[in-house]
């Protein structure tokens, strides 16, 4: 067995069987079994808990089963997550010290206990993934013609024709920003990649700080010329800053150099503003925008050949602890690794995969016209599974028909995130134009897509839709579309509940659901929830729906403690579940329960988990296993079974304390027989899982089996499936 530590080398070899990664902290006793349920080591905390999951995100660049640009995009996608953890957890831990909060967590700990903890979890990441970096280039340039040189050592031509293209391109889009008595320190912007370069005049022992910002709409990586030859196609990269590096007399003649170094701030994203009224919510969130430009830094990345002189400097101006100063020895931010990963080397690349028609939405058929989405779902409930299911010939199609069929009546959608080019939307103004009655609920505060959002809202608005910008105190995270159409046997509904936004690139790399119905209930239940964004009444009552606030939270926990119920009286229960995250103390308190009272529990948690699994007397029936592969797994299924009977659930919440209390959630039951098959067959390809699977370990950490004898992909599986027009995907 192997850890996840300085050594993590070892794992090259191809002996190793197994990788743990180990718990952030030691478990504090080992008698378990007469704990009350709201004793605090029952409970794990849940910021290291995300970092736990950053570090199996981590083993994917790592782990040399996959193929080599694989583990360079994984590396290049552990930046964005990690940056996102910092602006959102570690600044909403400064900010609650700021504020003297001093109410403990559920597994017992301050905002400064955690925000200590989290930066010396985060400073053994950073040091995992800059290692990984070093190794994975070196492994690149020996194994393939993509090569990131310093420009030191190109030919003297290729350095002349850099040069010239620096001074036409690069040199005018740069602003030295200095800090002297004669200017302040310059404002540095969030996740910012930063020069700073010392410059003095001839024989002076005094000097001078400058800040460049690296410029966003210039590549980090500058391609050289490629070269033809024998061989094939060489692409050749410098990094753009030492291309600045090398061409600085350009900015500052008539002074001299001292040094350049790089560094870089995340700042914090957890602004808020009031939003206990709906009036002004757009300049609200256009304020929250602003404000976090400015909020306070919550991390420094630092190069480790970085002077002293100038690091005390940072540190200093920009108000910053030594523990949330971190040295990097690879370049700052790798997400420009997303281009290596990106470059057309298929030997070094999983095999493509393109997401297939839905078997009952398929129409290609040469010898008869294309049927009706609504024809197809009039003759039975449709499961469709992204990224297997192409989203443009499901759910985006559903849509495209409504818009211009003549008997669509009116559309109504709830939009969380969506690319900035969006068909789906696109679809619903067509829809507006073509006279049908179209309201969209748009959630202006989905943190990081306020700004999409935003243009979305001015769009939509100009073409005289009904537009929601949201719910007072509440996030509005639903996955939901309704259709109403005029049919000759009267007004019929036709739905759509999902897992994952109406967001068409994302809908190519996260694994989701979505149940398109006709099922009048549901489509009743979807009337009133959009009443709700819209009107002024709150809804509470719903026929099959669970929503939160209002019927989510009591409908899990009335289902949980009526199988613990029948577990009591001596009958076969159990409970499968698979989610992004496992956070709200009170549904793991229940969970708890239903395992001592006999109930056998398999959870799949991609992400947060606080739950203690196999602990003995608590949770010994209880498993947890975490996927990470390829795809982002992002669907959310339950499963109630008593003896021969179950229950099948699927929607857009998490059970987390703000995805049950806070936010606008919608889940759907699955009645139809067939797809709650299809459903069982899902989850029994996830129990089956050899590749992509970690095994929860009581003490939180995790372990991943590297070599069994034949081992089982969940998500090469259903690609299988899809390839060959199988609906079970």
């Given amino acids: 067995m192997t850890t996840v530590d300085e050594e993590i080398g070892a794992l090259s070899g191809a002996d190793a069987e197994a990788v743990v990664v180990p718990a952030p902290v030691p478990t504090e006793t080992d008698d378990w079994s007469g704990l009350a349920r709201d004793d605090p080591r029952l409970y ?6 995300e970092l736990q999951f950053q570090f199996r995100v981590l083993f994917e660049a790592i782990d040399e089963r996959n193929p080599l640009l694989e583990r360079i995009r994984f590396l290049g996608l552990l930046t964005r997550n990690v940056d996102e953890f910092c602006m959102k957890r570690i600044g909403g831990l400064k900010q609650q010290m700021a504020g003297e909060v001093s109410e403990l967590t559920a597994d017992g700990r301050t905002p400064q206990e955690q925000w200590g903890l989290a930066l010396q979890r ?43 293209h620096f001074e036409a391109e690069i040199l005018p889009t740069l602003t030295p920003l200095s800090f002297d008595p004669a200017h302040p320190f310059p404002f540095i912007s969030n996740r910012s990649v930063s020069m700073a370069i010392r410059t003095s005049e001839d024989g002076a022992d005094e000097w001078v700080f400058s800040r460049i910002k690296l410029p966003e709409n210039q590549p980090r990586l500058v391609a050289i010329d490629p070269i033809i030859d024998a061989a094939g196609h060489t692409t050749t990269f410098v990094y753009l800053e030492d291309l600045i590096a090398s061409n600085l007399d350009l900015l500052f003649p008539n002074v001299s150099v001292q040094d350049w170094s790089m560094f870089r701030v995340l700042r914090n994203a957890e602004v808020g503003r009031s939003a206990d009224v709906a009036e002004g919510l757009i300049e609200m969130i256009e304020g929250v925008l602003r404000d976090r430009r400015f909020a306070t830094v919550v991390t420094l990345e630092v190069a480790s050949d970085m002077p002293r002189a100038v690091r005390e400097l940072l540190t200093r101006e920009l108000g910053m602890e030594d523990a949330e100063v971190f040295e990097r020895t690879a370049p700052i931010d790798a997400r420009h690794l997303q281009t290596i990963a990106a470059l057309d080397r298929p030997a070094q690349q999983p095999a493509p995969f393109y997401p297939q028609p839905h078997p009952r939405l398929q129409t290609d058929q040469l010898d008869e016209p294309p049927r009706s989405i609504f024809a197809q779902i009039r003759e039975g409930d449709i499961l469709v599974h992204h990224p297997y299911h192409s989203f443009e010939k499901t759910v985006q199609r559903f849509i495209r028909e409504a818009a211009s069929d003549e008997d669509v009546l009116a ?6 995130r969506t690319s900035e080019d969006s068909q789906f939307v696109e679809h619903l103004i067509a829809a507006a134009r073509n006279g049908k009655q179209v309201a969209v609920m748009v959630e202006l505060k989905a943190r990081f897509d306020e700004a999409n959002n935003l243009r979305w809202v001015e769009r ?8 929601a910008y949201g719910t007072i105190g509440l996030k509005t995270h639903s996955k939901t579309a309704l259709v109403v159409r005029e049919e000759p046997d009267g007004v019929q509904l036709y739905s759509h509940v999902g897992t994952g936004n109406y967001h068409a690139e994302t809908a190519k790399g996260y694994v989701d659901l979505g149940l398109l119905t006709t099922d009048t209930a549901i489509g009743q239940d979807l009337t009133r929830l959009f009443h709700f964004f819209t009107g002024h009444a709150a809804q509470e009552d719903y026929r099959k729906l669970l929503v939160a606030p209002s019927t989510l939270r009591s409908g899990l926990t009335d289902r949980i403690r009526a199988m613990a119920a029948a577990a009591a009286a001596g009958r076969s229960a159990a409970i499968t579940a698979k989610m992004n995250a496992l956070e709200d103390p009170a549904i793991i308190a229940e969970l708890y329960d239903a395992a001592a009272a006999g109930v056998r529990i398999d959870l799949y948690v991609r992400d947060i988990c606080r739950l203690r699994p196999g602990l003995e007397g608590v949770s010994e029936s209880i498993s947890v296993k975490s996927v990470v592969g390829h795809f982002l797994e992002h669907s959310r299924i339950v499963r109630f079974t008593v003896e021969d009977s179950s229950e099948y659930l699927i929607g857009s919440a998490d059970w987390m304390t703000r995805n049950l209390d806070r936010r606008v959630e ?20 996830y129990a089956a899982d050899t590749r992509n699977s970690w095994e929860m370990l009581p003490d939180g950490g995790y372990r991943k089996q590297l070599a069994p004898e034949e081992h089982c992909d969940v998500q090469a599986t259903f690609m299988r499936r899809a390839m060959a027009g199988r609906e079970d995907v």
Wanted: charged share 35%; net charge negative; no cysteine.
């Fill in 44 to 49: 794990l905390n849940r910021e290291l808990a």
């Fill in 460 to 467: 939509l608005e100009e073409e005289g839709i009904h537009v």
């Fill in 411 to 416: 559309i109504k959608a709830a939009i969380y």
């Fill in 666 to 685: 919608a889940v759907t039951p699955i009645d139809a027989p067939r797809l709650q098959r299809r459903l069982d067959a899902i989850l029994d390809a």
């Fill in 122 to 164: 985060l400073r053994e990441l950073y040091a995992l993934q800059d290692r990984w970096y070093h190794r994975l280039i070196d492994t690149l340039h020996a194994e393939t013609d993509i090569r990131l040189v310093d420009v030191e050592a190109l030919e003297v031509a290729d350095a002349e024709r850099l040069r010239a």
